[in-house]
């Protein structure tokens, strides 16, 4: 385990148990405690945690990781729903592309997809997106019209939001958008913690003509705060092969196309 696995697993054993002792995770983790202490220290310094004598206990933020600590989870299933949600996306297309490590990974996809001009493409699909870390990525390709819209950068997702996000959304029309979501219920829709990420993802949705949701099976079956879409608004749910045979059978009868990779 590197250290940034090493972190991301500190973060969510917090989330999960509300105060870690540096001997036990040390063991738990198969590290000295003396690493232990100088990532929980390394965390402390980003108000992740709140240290105490002997480990650590749980910051509110801590239950909102921020996006370069989620990277590492379930990282080969978001490379592979990735791929298969940019099979969706056809030359001369205009998509949406909210925050998140599963919609970087389409993005990524998209910049390697044949139909889409590969790496020596000339500006084949316009792309319109809110999260500063897929900007950053897509700016300096050739194949890509790029759109960011304004608002004020969130440093747990990179994602910008406020009214000046939604006024530039609200004067635009999608082809595809691509939501990466907190949780997505058959019954409750597609949900995230944030309010005003949820605000933002819901605007992409409404301007699109085909929404799809891109979510690894931790997701699925769960809800979360703030509301995105009804289900009825979700044309296509990309998930991973773990997701629940009883899960995948509501979501198809409530009219959402369902692909497992």
């Not at 590969?118 to 790029?146: F, H, S, W, Y």
């Not at 699925?220 to 629940?244: K, N």
């Amino acid at each position: 385990m590197n250290r940034y696995e090493r972190l991301n697993a500190l973060l969510e054993l917090l989330a999960e148990r509300g105060k870690i002792e540096v001997d036990d995770i040390a063991e738990e983790l198969d590290v000295s405690g003396a690493t232990i202490r100088r990532d929980l220290d390394h965390l402390a310094e980003q108000q992740l945690l709140t240290r105490t004598r002997g480990g650590a206990v749980a910051h509110s933020v801590a239950y909102d990781l921020p996006l370069r600590y989620k990277t590492v989870r379930r990282a080969g299933e978001k490379q592979r729903i990735g791929r298969a949600a940019a099979g969706q996306v056809a030359r001369g297309a205009v998509i949406g592309l909210n925050g998140g490590t599963t919609t970087t990974e389409v993005a990524r996809a998209l910049m390697t997809s044949a139909d889409v001009g590969g790496a020596d493409g000339d500006g084949v699909i316009t792309v319109v997106t809110n999260a500063l870390n897929i900007a950053n990525e897509l700016a300096v390709r050739p194949q890509v019209k790029l759109v960011v819209t304004g608002g004020v950068a969130r440093p747990q997702s990179y994602e910008l939001m406020s009214p000046l996000a939604g006024r530039i959304l609200s004067g635009l029309s999608l082809d595809v958008t691509f939501l990466g979501v907190d949780a997505i219920d058959p019954d409750a829709g597609a949900s995230a913690h944030h309010e005003g990420e949820a605000d933002i993802n819901r605007l992409l949705a409404e301007r699109a003509r085909k929404v799809v949701v891109v979510a690894d099976s931790s997701k699925i079956g769960a809800r979360a705060f703030a509301s995105i879409c009804a289900i009825g608004q979700v044309h296509v749910l990309v998930t991973d092969s773990e997701a629940g045979e009883e899960d995948v059978r509501r979501f198809r009868e409530r009219g959402v196309e369902v692909v497992q990779v």
